[in-house]
């Protein structure tokens, strides 16, 4: 694995490849993300028919609290029986807003380190699934040994399988201190505000990128270098000069993986289409059609398509349900190897996804935890002429609104100047509008709606 870390703007931005293929990017927030971040909030309302509450934060922002997030192990912490409205209320911001709601919230509170993940209202002991078996056991002794000495669940992460016992323990300590000045300001804080955020954003990239396969870590900042042989000595760092990510091509793929149609090797490709709760994917054979036998195709371009989807699925960090329209594959044999293809590339992503197994029309259904937004929000914006949907009044219907606005324009003038996108020079002529009007007309091309025009009549 090779880490590329780009310093622009004095903000650090992260890509990940494995076996030359792009995996992963982060790039900083010009919104800072709230993923994470701890708030004293305060109870708004209970909305009974949501089975939740709305919960006012410090932006004067309403979380959405579901009640099944209300653990009883923090109502015991701070001596409750129930929440109640207009009751200060400590919660972490479990999943960011999208364009028309606000972030999810959870009092589950979990406070991250690079090898665990302190849950002081759990008492449960976890183990990244991306954890061998061999390491589990050890793993699952020292969980136990930590909620022994702090009376918390713990969540132990990957980078721990790399690193000796005393290191672990040393986290779990400072993270527990970080804990216990949380609740001395919880209890003091007077009003809503934000306690506490993800750490600084060189920290956040070590922690989240710097895994024990990476080899060689890329960088236009010699300041790394220092940062980096405190976490890891062995690894390779090179620093280049300008823009890493155009140098080395991290660019180029995000404009083509965020396209809608997205080309296979093989030759065939994948279409995906983005809803506010949902993912459709169509896979399609394209021009690969090497293989006369049906079945054969169908589970080659598939398997193919598979571990492309997952790719894009983590790069994007695209979440909620997620729906995939394979080639139909006849025999369930074909349909069990791209289901162990599928479940064997999603255990590498960062994100926890569920596989869910074909449907009876043959479509593959999962969900992919959604924590922060996508790409596609943090890099596009939606058209100001389609407004999202990648449709356009058609030229016929535009010119026949214009032939419409010509026929009842106003009696007393001598000429009009109509303005039409060029896209429509080949397709309307002054002989056709004089069937209309008898007076002189000019026509000016010009980059305006293409879904439009505009009229300017002169006496």
Same mark, same amino acid.
């Given at each position: 694995?090779?880490?590329?870390?780009?310093?622009?703007?004095?903000?650090?931005?992260?890509?990940?490849?494995?076996?030359?293929?792009?995996?992963?990017?982060?790039?900083?927030?010009?919104?800072?993300? *709230?993923?994470?971040?701890?708030?004293?909030?305060?109870?708004?309302?209970?909305?009974?028919?949501?089975?939740?509450?709305?919960?006012?934060?410090?932006?004067?922002?309403?979380?959405? %609290?579901?009640?099944?997030?209300?653990?009883?192990?923090? &109502?015991q912490?701070?001596?409750?029986?129930?929440?109640? @409205? =207009?009751?200060?209320?400590?919660?972490?911001?479990?999943?960011?807003?999208?364009?028309?709601?606000?972030?999810?919230?959870?009092?589950?509170?979990?406070?991250?380190?690079?090898?665990?993940?302190?849950?002081?209202?759990?008492?449960?002991? =976890?183990?990244?699934?991306?954890? %061998?078996?061999?390491?589990?056991?050890?793993?699952?002794?020292?969980?136990l040994?930590?909620?022994?000495?702090?009376?918390?669940?713990?969540?132990?992460?990957t980078?721990?399988?790399?690193?000796?016992?005393?290191?672990?323990?040393?986290?779990?300590?400072?993270?527990?201190?970080?804990?216990?000045?949380?609740?001395?300001?919880?209890?003091?804080?007077?009003?809503?505000?934000?306690?506490?955020?993800?750490?600084?954003?060189?920290?956040?990239?070590?922690?989240?990128? #710097?895994?024990?396969?990476?080899? @060689?870590?890329?960088?236009?900042?010699?300041?790394?270098?220092?940062?980096?042989?405190?976490?890891?000595?062995?690894?390779?760092?090179?620093?280049?000069? =300008?823009?890493?990510?155009?140098?080395? =091509?991290?660019?180029?793929e995000?404009?083509?993986? #965020?396209?809608?149609?997205?080309?296979?090797?093989?030759?065939?490709?994948?279409?995906?289409d983005?809803?506010?709760?949902?993912?459709?994917?169509?896979?399609?054979?394209?021009?690969?059609?090497?293989?006369?036998?049906h079945?054969?195709?169908? @589970?080659?371009?598939?398997?193919?398509?598979?571990?492309?989807?997952?790719?894009?699925?983590?790069?994007?960090?695209?979440g909620?349900?997620?729906?995939?329209?394979?080639?139909?594959?006849?025999s369930?044999?074909?349909?069990?190897?791209?289901?162990?293809?599928?479940?064997?590339? *999603?255990?590498?992503?960062?994100?926890?996804?569920e596989?869910?197994?074909?449907?009876?029309?043959?479509?593959?259904?999962?969900?992919?935890?959604?924590?922060?937004?996508?790409?596609?929000?943090?890099?596009t914006?939606?058209?100001?002429?389609?407004?999202?949907?990648?449709?356009i &009044?058609?030229?016929?219907?535009?010119?026949?609104?214009?032939?419409?606005?010509?026929?009842?324009?106003?009696?007393?003038?001598?000429?009009?100047?109509?303005?039409?996108?060029?896209?429509?020079?080949?397709?309307?002529?002054?002989?056709?509008?004089?069937?209309?009007?008898?007076?002189?007309?000019?026509i000016?091309?010009?980059?305006i709606?293409?879904?439009?025009?505009?009229?300017t009549?002169?006496?």
């Amino acid at each position: 694995m090779i880490v590329i870390i780009n310093k622009k703007d004095d903000k650090p931005q992260a890509a990940l490849f494995e076996s030359v293929k792009l995996i992963e990017v982060y790039f900083p927030d010009d919104e800072e993300s *709230v993923a994470g971040s701890i708030f004293v909030g305060r109870i708004e309302k209970f909305v009974p028919a949501l089975e939740a509450a709305f919960v006012k934060l410090s932006n004067e922002e309403n979380g959405f %609290l579901r009640l099944k997030d209300i653990r009883s192990e923090y &109502l015991q912490f701070f001596g409750l029986k129930k929440l109640q @409205e =207009g009751q200060k209320v400590l919660v972490q911001i479990k999943k960011e807003g999208g364009h028309t709601k606000g972030p999810q919230v959870t009092t589950n509170i979990g406070i991250p380190g690079r090898y665990l993940v302190l849950m002081p209202f759990s008492h449960n002991i =976890g183990i990244s699934r991306k954890v %061998l078996e061999a390491d589990r056991t050890k793993l699952k002794e020292i969980g136990l040994k930590l909620r022994e000495k702090y009376g918390a669940g713990f969540i132990i992460r990957t980078a721990a399988v790399e690193v000796s016992d005393e290191y672990i323990f040393e986290e779990a300590e400072m993270l527990f201190e970080k804990w216990k000045i949380l609740v001395n300001n919880f209890k003091k804080a007077k009003k809503n505000k934000l306690l506490h955020k993800e750490s600084d954003l060189d920290s956040f990239i070590l922690r989240e990128f #710097l895994k024990k396969d990476v080899e @060689e870590i890329i960088t236009n900042d010699i300041s790394y270098k220092e940062i980096i042989r405190k976490h890891a000595k062995n690894i390779r760092i090179k620093v280049v000069e =300008g823009d890493a990510f155009e140098k080395f =091509g991290v660019n180029e793929e995000l404009r083509r993986v #965020l396209q809608r149609s997205i080309p296979l090797p093989s030759g065939g490709e994948i279409v995906i289409d983005k809803t506010e709760a949902m993912v459709v994917i169509d896979v399609n054979s394209g021009h690969y059609t090497t293989s006369e036998n049906h079945e054969e195709l169908s @589970e080659r371009i598939n398997a193919e398509a598979a571990r492309e989807i997952a790719r894009i699925l983590r790069l994007r960090n695209l979440g909620g349900i997620i729906i995939i329209d394979f080639i139909d594959m006849r025999s369930e044999k074909s349909k069990n190897n791209i289901l162990q293809i599928m479940k064997s590339e *999603v255990i590498k992503d960062r994100n926890r996804v569920e596989i869910y197994g074909f449907t009876e029309l043959g479509l593959l259904e999962m969900t992919r935890k959604r924590t922060s937004r996508s790409l596609d929000e943090r890099l596009t914006v939606k058209c100001p002429v389609c407004n999202g949907t990648g449709n356009i &009044l058609s030229p016929d219907i535009v010119l026949e609104n214009l032939f419409n606005a010509l026929s009842n324009g106003p009696k007393d003038v001598s000429e009009v100047i109509i303005k039409l996108h060029p896209s429509f020079k080949e397709r309307i002529k002054k002989e056709e509008i004089k069937k209309f009007i008898k007076i002189d007309v000019h026509i000016h091309f010009t980059y305006i709606d293409p879904t439009n025009f505009e009229l300017t009549w002169k006496k």
